[in-house]
């Protein structure tokens, strides 16, 4: 061969062959890519479409004495009726907290503002019709949550009374009316809810920044759980009043708030199942995820203005807040720990919220100010927006859902 062909044989086959080569030495030398999970984003809004059924919702309002079964469904929201509440006409009874039994025959309330402590009242649902004297409680009985079974009724005795020292939570035997115990926590106990299984009670304490968790057996704490910034933790079951030598300062809720909180924990609610318990930290616009099996922080969620009162949808994917000083609803999807909707409230305060059992509306409670009437707000939780608006009395507050029926 000639040597000018050998030598271009020679360059061609070089050129060839040196791609092959490095790329089998980079793939000796390069370690395997190890593929991490992905957060799944959180569904698109669906179309919007209306409700195929009648939902019912029972809301109280503090400063009328009244209670309100609010209706929506394909005809719109409406107040389907008013319920005088209160022994005496010239004593301001103050509704606040409602919850119904799980088989939507009975719903109990707390009144906050009785002589010399607030109440228990259960109604009868359909008529609606009081069951009984009212049971007296502690002071300041606010939120309130019943058993599965129906059988007890576990009240937070908020005391927005007097000095600010240790309160309670006060348990009630429903079938025959009768407090059975009044179990010592912290100061300002708020937010009243079981697990799943009703084998755990929670409430958070807004002035010792504590989760506290009670054993429905016992009815005695079973433990505490500290939410102070960078101190949280198992806390001794004896724990509580850091703040008694703290000034107290004005906050939206209406109450005095520690100046040494970090968190101020309005509400506990646990999760549709499992051990996770949401708690919302109001003084500082997050939510903290508590596991209760290892008692560590697993999550944090940034909110609007003053998340307040919380609720899980049943299907277990979305975390419902009020936000009170923001006047707000807000939607946090639980698979990626967004929030993928926050919309105004059709007034200020915004206060309670519940969901439908088949997770698809929102029904959120705010309270207005002054001779402003109260408002519940339904949001569909599919197409994200707000989908209805009825008026209620003055200073709108806890709220229950009740049922929901196929269109008549």
Known sequence: MPTHLARRTTRFLVALLLPISLGAQATRSTPPRTTRPVPKPPAAPAAAAGPEANYFVY????????IYRVKFGPEGTKVEKSIPIGVEA??????????????????????????PDGKLWKYQLGPDTLVGPPVNLGYFPASI?????????????????GEMVPSSISVVFTPNNTEVAQTTTCTMPHGSRFNA????????????DLLVELDTRT?????????????????????????????????????????SATCSPTWAQPAATGSLVYVTCNKAD???????????????????????????????????????????????????????????????IGHGVAVSPDSRYAFVSSEGVGAQPGKVDVFDLAARQKVGTADVGQQASGIAFWKMDKRQ
């Open 59 to 66: 809301v109280g309002a503090e400063s009328a004495d009244m």
């Open 90 to 115: 010239t004593e301001m009874e103050g509704p606040h907290g409602l919850q119904i039994s799980r088989d939507g025959k009975w719903l109990y309330m707390t009144t906050g503002h009785g002589t």
């Open 145 to 161: 949550d019943v058993t599965p079974d129906g059988l007890y009724t576990f009240s937070a005795n908020f005391n927005l009374h």
């Open 197 to 208: 299984s009703g084998s755990k009670h929670y409430s958070g304490c807004m002035m010792d």
């Open 219 to 259: 009815f005695e704490v079973s433990a505490k759980f500290s939410l102070a910034k960078g101190k949280e933790g198992l806390v001794a079951a004896d724990a509580h009043a850091a703040h008694q030598m703290d000034h107290k300062v004005d906050n939206s809720e209406g109450h005095g708030a520690s100046m």
């Open 286 to 348: 997050q939510i903290l995820e508590v596991d209760a099996s290892t008692w560590k922080v697993t999550r944090r969620f940034s909110t609007g203005v003053g998340p307040y009162n919380l609720a899980v949808t049943p299907d277990g994917k979305y975390l419902l807040v009020s936000l009170k000083k923001g006047a707000g609803f807000e939607m946090i999807d639980l698979a990626s720990g967004q929030s993928v909707y926050r919309e105004k409230l059709s007034t200020t």
